[in-house]
C-alpha cells in the first residue's frame, strides 16, 4: 500500500439524495477541516511545500501512465467492436463498484460521525471546549452539549460502592421522610386556612341574613373602590315617593381578617363612598320678653331608634333615622320657599317663622353622637316636661320603698287642656299643668295627702312645682275631707329642693 487516495462523488449514495452529514471538503471550515488533516497527516511538521508538489506531480503521473497503458492493451488484444463491448461491460462494472464503494463510505462515515457525536456528548460534560470543536454543527444545534454524561467504575471500588449504595438508600429514605412531612405540613396548613375562610365567610353570610331577616332591601352592585361584587342595602324613602337627593343607598363590605360586615353610606350620586354626616331638625321658640326675644321652648330630641344587640342593625336604622330628619328638613324648606310673603325666611340650614311676639325656627343640626349625654342632659334643662315628671315620679316611689309605704302615686297630665280646642297651636300656648296626688298612712292609720303640681307661668318657661301636703287624722276622714289640716303648701324651682321637703315630711310622718 502506497499513498493512495480516496475520492468521493456527493452527488451518488443508495436512495440518489445527498447525505446532509457528510461534507464537501471544499467547503469545510477550518474547525472542520484542521481535524481532517490532523487524521490523514498526522502532524502539521511533516508537511511541506515541496513534499506536496512531489505528491501532486506523481499523482499526475500515475494517471497517465494508466491511462497509455490501458489504451495500448485494449488496441492490441480486442477488435475494434468487440473493444467497444467491453469498454461498455468494464464501465457498467466500475460504476456498479464505484456506487458500491460509496455506499460503504457513505455509511462508514455516517458511523463514525455518529461515534464521534456520541463520544464528544460524553466528554462535553467534563471538557466542553474540546467537544465543541469535535462535535458537528448539525448536533449543537439540537442537543444540549452536556445532556450526556459517564462515570468509570472499577472492581475494586465494589464494596466502597456497596456502602455508597447503602448509605444513598437512608438518605434516600430520610429525603422521603423529610417530604412526607412537608407535606403533611402543607396539607394541615392547607385544612387551617380552608376552616378560618369557612368560618369569615359563614360569619359573612349569616350577618348578611340578620340584615335580609330585618325586611331591609338587599341588591347587587360593585364596591366603587376596587370594582369587586358586593351586596347594597337601600333604607332610604324612594319608594314611598319621596324626591329627596339622598336615595339612601349603602354598601356592605366584608372585612378581609374577620369576615365581619361594615356599613358605608354611598353619595347621593350612589357612586363613591362619603363619610356621612347626620342631622336632624330641632324646633325653637323665641318669645318677645321686654325688648328682647328669648327662648322659651325646644323640641326634645327623641332618638328612638331600635336598639338590636347587633351593631349592623343599629347603624341602618340609625341611618335611616336621619335620614328622614334631612327630608323633613328638606320639604319644610320647599314649603318656606312659598311664603316668603307671610314673614317666613330660609337659608340652607335655618326655616324662621317671625309674628309680632314670637319667633319659631326649624334647624338643621349637625348630630355628634360623641355627645350625646350631655346633648340629652342639654334639651332637658331646657324643655324637660316630660325628662321632669318622670323624675318627681321617682322621687315619691324611693320614697315610698324607703319608708315602707304604697308605691303607687297617681299622675293626672295636662288636666288643664281637657275638653279645649284641638288647634295645635292654640294649645301650644297654653300653660302646661300635670298633678300628682299620694295618699299614705303611717303605723297609727293617720292619712298624709301629698298633691304636687307642675305648671309654669305666664312670663317665662321655666317649670314651677307646687307642693301642698295635707294631714287626716283617719282614712274616713279623709275620704269626707274633713278636719284636715295643711301641714306644707310652698313653690319649688329645683328638684332637690323638691325631694328633701319631701323627705323631712315623710320621715317626720313615718316616725309619729
Not at 472492581?155 to 434516600?172: H, P, V
Not at 346633648?375 to 321617682?394: A, K, T
Request: charged residues 25%; glycine residues 4%.
Amino acid at each position: 500500500m502506497g499513498n493512495e487516495s480516496v475520492y468521493l462523488d456527493f452527488d451518488l449514495n443508495d436512495n440518489g439524495h445527498v447525505d446532509p452529514f457528510i461534507k464537501d471538503e471544499a467547503n469545510l471550515g477550518l474547525q472542520e477541516l484542521i481535524p481532517r488533516i490532523l487524521q490523514e497527516r498526522k502532524h502539521f511538521v511533516n508537511i511541506t511545500e515541496k513534499a506536496l508538489v512531489d505528491e501532486i506531480e506523481s499523482l499526475e503521473t500515475s494517471k497517465s501512465v494508466d491511462k497509455s497503458s490501458d489504451a495500448v492493451d485494449e488496441s492490441k488484444l480486442t477488435p475494434i467492436g468487440a473493444q467497444d463491448a467491453t469498454e461498455d461491460t468494464i464501465q457498467e462494472k466500475f460504476n456498479i463498484q464505484k456506487f458500491e464503494l460509496t455506499r460503504n463510505i457513505n455509511n462508514a462515515l455516517n458511523e463514525t460521525s455518529l461515534s464521534l457525536d456520541f463520544v464528544s456528548l460524553l466528554v462535553a460534560s467534563v471538557k466542553p471546549n474540546i467537544a465543541k470543536n469535535t462535535m458537528s454543527p448539525h448536533l449543537q444545534k439540537l442537543i444540549k452539549p452536556s445532556s450526556l454524561n459517564s462515570d468509570k467504575l472499577a472492581k475494586e471500588e465494589e464494596e466502597t460502592l456497596q456502602k455508597d449504595t447503602a448509605r444513598s438508600t437512608k438518605i434516600g429514605h430520610g429525603w422521603k421522610t423529610e417530604a412526607a412531612s412537608k407535606i403533611t405540613c402543607l396539607f394541615k396548613q392547607s385544612s387551617e386556612n380552608l376552616t378560618t375562610q369557612v368560618k369569615k365567610e359563614n360569619k359573612y353570610w349569616n350577618m348578611i341574613s340578620l340584615v335580609w331577616s330585618n325586611d331591609e332591601a338587599l341588591f347587587r352592585m360593585r364596591d366603587p373602590a376596587n370594582n369587586a361584587r358586593a351586596i347594597g342595602v337601600k333604607y332610604g324613602y324612594g319608594d314611598s315617593g319621596s324626591d329627596f337627593q339622598d336615595k339612601g343607598l349603602a354598601l356592605f363590605r366584608k372585612n378581609v381578617q374577620t369576615g365581619e360586615v361594615s356599613f358605608h353610606p354611598l353619595s347621593t350620586s350612589g357612586n363613591n363612598l362619603v363619610a356621612k354626616t347626620y342631622r336632624y331638625v330641632r324646633v325653637r321658640m323665641l318669645s318677645r320678653i321686654d325688648s328682647d326675644f328669648m327662648l322659651t321652648g325646644q323640641s326634645v330630641f327623641d332618638y328612638k331608634c331600635k336598639k338590636s344587640s347587633h351593631d349592623i342593625i343599629n347603624e341602618i336604622e340609625m341611618a335611616r333615622f336621619f335620614l328622614f330628619e334631612e327630608d323633613l328638613f328638606y320639604q319644610i324648606s320647599r314649603e318656606a320657599a312659598i311664603l316668603f310673603s307671610y314673614n317666613v325666611s330660609a337659608t340652607t340650614d335655618k326655616v324662621t317663622i317671625g309674628t309680632e311676639n314670637e319667633i319659631i325656627e326649624f334647624e338643621n343640626v349637625l348630630y355628634d353622637d360623641a355627645n350625646e349625654e350631655e346633648l340629652e342632659n342639654y334639651y332637658q334643662n331646657v324643655s324637660s316636661l316630660s325628662q321632669y315628671l318622670n323624675d318627681v315620679n321617682d322621687i315619691l316611689i324611693n320614697l315610698a320603698l324607703q319608708y315602707n309605704l304604697d308605691p303607687s302615686p297617681k299622675l293626672d297630665k295636662y288636666t288643664n287642656l281637657d275638653g279645649k280646642t284641638a288647634n295645635p297651636f292654640k294649645r301650644s300656648i297654653e300653660i302646661p299643668n300635670s298633678v300628682f296626688s299620694w295618699t299614705i298612712q303611717n303605723q297609727h292609720e293617720k292619712v298624709l295627702n301629698v298633691v304636687i303640681k307642675v305648671t309654669s307661668n305666664e312670663v317665662f318657661v321655666d317649670l314651677i312645682t307646687k307642693l301642698t301636703v295635707t294631714r287626716f287624722e283617719s282614712m274616713n276622714a279623709y275620704k269626707s275631707n274633713m278636719n284636715g289640716t295643711n301641714v306644707l303648701q310652698n313653690d319649688y324651682f329645683d328638684r332637690n329642693d323638691l325631694q328633701e321637703s319631701l323627705e323631712w315630711l315623710i320621715c317626720d310622718f313615718t316616725s309619729s
